[in-house]
């Protein structure tokens, strides 16, 4: 039972599958989206909580046992804390119950116009009430055309980010916007500088150069593994060298220059030989892919279920 009743599952909604595909009616594409919207989407829910406990049992046991690195461990899972507490906590906008924005000028919207205010008190009185406090003339700018249809999308967050706060006034596109008076209290705002610890920052800030390390590093194997690959051994290898270096030194705008015909050679080189390598490829990947498919659809191969009969 433990593995005929997964197996049903499995083949039951494989043939759902083919069947939503090649059937046209409304109801049965209906239906699929549910299955494919939802329920995909809680499935993904429970594979994510099975990944973050993996993800704790392995470093956790790592550091009991002091294995190789296990010093790295606590930067895992400390990175895994603090990004579950903003994600969480502040959202993705940063502003939810326990916001990871703090401070910064108050802004708001309304009717395609942005408003400052001196406290987030005076910001819900005037969402609360909008046309009794809605003052063109007292507006710091007009939002751009594209925000106009989506813009509650965009939380005060976001829209500092679109409009840029510098130094004591509101900035679009570099130009300056008159002094700040709020639409409540007709005082004028000071502007406040915002400190905010958001996942963008983060991606930004740590991911993001951690990678480029990372693949400045490949290129130096990349390099020594193009070397020992393009070695001319045999013609094969002798036509791969030649496509390779047409390739490459193709993509320098100075041998482009130089050398007339260079980019249109490299351009059919990409287009045509290699395109038509690249679909056999995929042709081959998808018959694999289909055989495999069925093996697991018919219960021929149960490697999925763990192995074994």
């Excluded at 990944?51 to 895994?80: C, E, N, P």
């Amino acid at each position: 039972m433990k593995r005929r009743f997964p197996m049903t599952i499995m083949f039951l909604f494989a043939i759902w599958g083919g069947i939503s595909v090649f059937v046209g009616k409304t109801k049965v594409h209906d239906f699929d989206n549910l299955l494919r919207n939802k329920l995909l989407l809680i499935v993904g829910a429970f594979a994510i909580i099975l990944g973050l406990g993996s993800l704790i049992f392995h470093h956790t046991q790592k550091i009991k046992r002091k294995a190789r690195f296990w010093q790295y461990s606590y930067v895992t899972l400390i990175a895994l804390a603090v990004t579950t507490f903003i994600g969480l906590g502040g959202g993705v906008r940063g502003e939810r119950s326990l916001p990871t924005i703090f401070g910064g000028t108050v802004i708001g919207a309304h009717d395609g116009l942005v408003y400052v205010f001196t406290s987030q008190a005076e910001k819900n009185l005037f969402m609360d009430e909008p046309s009794r406090y809605a003052d063109p003339t007292k507006a710091v700018l007009e939002l751009p055309r594209e925000f106009e249809t989506d813009f509650n999308r965009f939380e005060a967050s976001q829209l500092r980010e679109e409009i840029h706060l510098k130094h004591t006034a509101l900035q679009l596109k570099g130009q300056p916007i008159p002094p700040m008076i709020s639409p409540v209290s007709n005082q004028q705002v000071a502007y406040k500088k915002e400190f905010k610890i958001s996942l963008q920052q983060l991606y930004e800030g740590i991911l993001v150069p951690c990678g480029s390390t990372m693949f400045a590093m490949l290129a130096f194997y990349m390099c020594s593994a193009a070397y020992r690959a393009f070695r001319m051994r045999n013609l094969h290898a002798g036509v791969l060298l030649v496509a390779a270096f047409i390739v490459m030194l193709g993509q320098i705008p100075l041998a482009t220059a130089f050398i007339p015909g260079l980019h249109e050679l490299r351009q059919w080189i990409l287009d045509v030989p290699n395109l038509a390598s690249k679909r056999g490829i995929m042709i081959g990947v998808g018959l694999g892919a289909s055989a495999t498919s069925f093996k697991i659809i018919l219960g021929i191969e149960r490697a999925w279920l763990g192995g074994g009969e």
